[in-house]
């Protein structure tokens, strides 16, 4: 790394350690890159808070090459910390960037030390372990939580937008208070039935989906389905936007859900899929066009399917356009192992991105928690293929055996954005929360793990989300997702690797 790019760490050492969010996607970013090593970037991310995958992130860096410096600011700008990039680009500038006062170990002690402490007053947490991994001695402020990244909400900047501000002011001596939430005009209200909350924030996460090793894929072929067609299936998306105000004035356009559509068209494309994708449906039209989808003869030739619906919605149902509901206990029975028989046996995954009901999920506080969370096939070929109502003597095999009957639903996984009786969180630049973190997740971790599992992460990302929007109701609003499955082995969607036949 080049002197003055060093010269930046360190002298934004303490800003980076305080603000600094270090994650999955950041750390892939720079393996990808080739700044760190696989190796690397697993003894950053076992640290157990986010201070010390700074901390370690940090040491790191100055030794990777003379591309670190330039492929971390580019981490920080794919990773929505945009204000820690202009933090080390002004430095080289020459201005003064970092938040705190800063105190230089090498004046007070003689060690050498590019991070910096803020304040003499606060004990770095470090132990003697941490200690001796460091060639030098060096000492960083530990807080009580980590850095949290909240969503806003649909009037209020970001919290890493607030961030920034506050640095810009420090920067330029301004004592002008950074602003907390637009005016705007007040919406005519909405009906309990079509809430479904805007929260605004940035462009959604893009990475690459991660390709599956050959390795991998012959360890866990065979007790998991079978999942090796290309295309390993077809997507069926449906996604209403913009509702009739005649028929519909109650249902608000679902701004940012356009932003969800790109998104799973470009996820599933990478995984292998074909999409078919369709917008702005009545109740009547998403049946017909569900009804089609089922009946198509390719679903024979592939390994699965996938059918993603995004409207508003209440308990059980969605919204057409028109403001007719679809049950979606129909759309389950549509794919079923009667109604579909040439997906049977086969995984069938559904995601709902719509509300559940009316109530807003307040949250509670955490009695010994922190003060704030943190933001963040060897299929059965013969198994009743033939048409219901025929006669027992065409239900047996030439061998006189009984076929082998299946339940009448069957192979299925449903992940959920909300719980029962609540409402979903979508932004309006982002998109919604749940296919966010559905995207996040299948694009990190389907190379390794299966549906299940990566559904357990979305409800952990889920979870710790929390929603910034003061003077408002939806401010620290949360948001649960749950999925419900009846998949009978595991499902790996073994990206980006094709057997040889």
């Known amino acids: 790394m080049q002197k003055r790019d060093a010269e930046a760490l360190r002298n934004c050492s303490v ?15 720079l393996v990808k890159d080739g700044i760190l090593t696989q190796n690397m970037a697993e003894s950053i991310m076992v640290q157990k808070t986010s201070h010390h995958r700074s901390f370690k992130l940090l040491l790191l860096l100055p030794k990777r090459g003379p591309r ?69 001695s060096m000492s960083y402020p530990i807080h009580d939580s980590d850095s949290c990244c909240c969503c806003c909400c649909c009037s209020g900047p970001s919290a890493r937008d607030e961030n920034k501000e506050r640095q810009r002011a420090k920067i330029s001596g301004s004592s002008l208070p950074y602003p907390t939430q637009e005016e705007f005009a007040p919406k005519r209200a909405k009906t309990l039935e079509s809430m479904e909350s805007s929260l605004d924030a940035d462009s959604p996460i893009n990475t690459p989906v991660l390709a599956c090793s050959a390795d991998f894929y012959l360890s866990h072929c065979q007790q998991s389905y079978r999942m090796n067609s290309s295309p390993r299936g077809s997507v069926l998306v ?21 932003v969800d559509d790109e998104v799973l068209r470009k996820l599933f494309t990478e995984l292998d899929y074909s999409v078919n994708f369709h917008r702005d449906l009545t109740a009547q039209d998403m049946k017909m066009v569900i009804e089609n989808f089922c009946r198509r003869p390719d679903h024979q030739k592939v390994d699965s399917c996938v059918v993603c619906l995004l409207s508003h919605g209440v308990d059980g ?70 048409e219901q109502g025929d006669a027992d003597g065409r239900q047996r095999a030439s061998t006189g055996r009984q076929r082998i009957k299946l339940p009448q639903r069957s192979d299925m996984i449903c992940g959920f954005a909300s719980l029962k009786g609540t409402a979903a969180m979508r932004n309006t630049k982002k998109g919604s929360w749940f296919i966010q973190e ?33 003077g408002t109701a939806h401010h620290r609003c949360k948001e649960m997702s749950e999925f419900t499955s009846s998949l009978c082995k595991d499902l790996y969607l073994f990206p980006k690797y094709q057997p040889q036949c």
């Open 15 to 29: 800003c980076l350690l305080k603000d600094l969010v270090v994650d999955e996607l950041l750390i892939q970013a």
């Open 68 to 136: 670190a410096f330039k492929s971390f600011c580019s981490a920080l700008k794919e990773t929505e910390q945009e204000h820690l990039c202009d933090l080390l680009t002004q430095e080289e500038e020459g201005r003064e960037v970092c938040l705190d006062s800063v105190q230089s170990e090498t004046e007070t002690t003689g060690r050498p030390g590019w991070l910096k402490r803020a304040n003499k007053r606060e004990t770095p947490l470090i132990n003697s372990e941490e200690q001796s991994e460091v060639s030098s």
């Open 238 to 258: 449906i996604s209403n936007i913009n509702f009739d105000p005649r028929a519909a004035p109650e249902l608000d356009p679902r701004k940012g859900g356009e």
């Open 317 to 386: 149902a969605i919204y057409g356009t028109d403001g007719q509901q679809l049950a979606l206990d129909w759309v389950f029975e549509a794919f079923d192992n009667a109604h579909c028989p040439l997906l049977q046996n086969k995984p069938k995954m559904f995601f709902i991105q719509a509300c559940r009901g009316d109530e807003m999920d307040c949250g509670v506080e955490q009695i010994d928690g922190p003060a704030r969370t943190f933001s963040p096939t060897c299929e059965q070929r013969d198994a009743g293929r033939e």
């Open 438 to 470: 559905l995207n996040t997740a299948l694009r990190l971790n389907a190379r390794d793990t299966h549906l299940a599992d990566i559904l357990v992460q979305v409800n952990k990302r889920i979870k710790e989300r929390e929603g910034y929007a003061p």
